[in-house]
């Protein structure tokens, strides 16, 4: 199974950008979609993530900014990002969580550059 992430891109500080990730994975094996970054010498950090039932995930950040949303027809999972900063810059990674084996599955990530 192979993630397709895309949507990164280079904005301004304040602008918008929002991500997809095309999962071709049965919605009823999915426990959770997610989105994690990993800026330049830092550790790879959750950022949000939808749950089985439909709760969702925010890292305290992002909050109020990022939106977390699934289409489970077309088995995409995306974020919009509002109000983007320059901390945000990473490379921006999709992941899966089902419950058999492998158990999870990543994107290739997409970069996201935020100029200030």
């Known amino acids: 199974v192979q993630l397709q992430a895309s949507g990164g891109g280079l904005v301004q500080a304040g602008e918008s950008l929002r991500l997809s990730c095309a999962a071709p994975i049965m919605i009823f094996s999915i426990n959770m979609m997610g989105w994690y970054r990993q800026a330049p010498g830092k550790q790879r950090e959750l950022v949000a993530a939808?749950?089985?039932?439909?709760?969702?995930i925010y890292a305290d950040s992002v909050k109020g900014r990022f939106t977390i949303s699934r289409d489970n027809a077309k088995g995409t999972v995306y974020l919009q990002m509002n109000s983007l900063k320059p901390e945000g810059t990473a490379n921006y990674y999709c992941n899966v969580k089902i419950q058999a084996r492998p158990y999870e599955y990543w994107g290739q990530g997409t970069l996201v550059t935020v100029s200030s």
């Open positions: 939808i749950v089985r039932g439909g709760s969702t």
